[in-house]
């Protein structure tokens, strides 16, 4: 059983940043990658990037270049940088982990980016 809690979202201006975090808890080693997905009002969640415990990148097209995903093997957490935001970027950005193929993941956390 894995629990993930996000922490980071918040209202911000267009072309400004936020760095969300992500803590797993339970089954530490066994998390493999870990990632971020988001979804806006109305519409499917989607992904955003995923990092691997050897950090292994992989981003979505529409955040390449802006956002910039890491992980603290240590500590279990994951970490997105969010630059360069735009009001495109607005909706729940939610963490996820993969335990054997198995999905977990957190509640969520809103990004709001205003123009």
């Known amino acids: 059983q894995v629990q993930l809690v996000e922490s980071g979202g918040g209202l911000v201006q267009a072309g400004g940043s936020l760095r969300l975090s992500c803590a797993a808890s339970?089954?530490?080693?066994?998390?493999?990658?870990m990632g971020w997905y988001r979804q806006a009002p109305g519409k499917q969640r989607e992904f955003i990037a995923l990092?691997?415990?050897?950090?292994?990148?992989n981003y979505a097209d529409s955040v390449e270049g802006r956002f910039s995903i890491s992980r603290d093997n240590a500590n279990n957490t994951v970490y997105l940088q969010m630059n360069s935001l735009k009001p495109g970027d607005t909706a729940v950005y939610y963490c996820?982990?993969?335990?054997?193929?198995?999905?977990?993941w957190g509640k969520g956390t809103p990004v709001t980016v205003s123009s």
């Open positions: 990092i691997t415990r050897g950090g292994t990148t």
């Open positions: 996820n982990a993969k335990v054997y193929g198995l999905n977990y």
């Open positions: 339970g089954s530490g080693s066994s998390i493999n990658p």
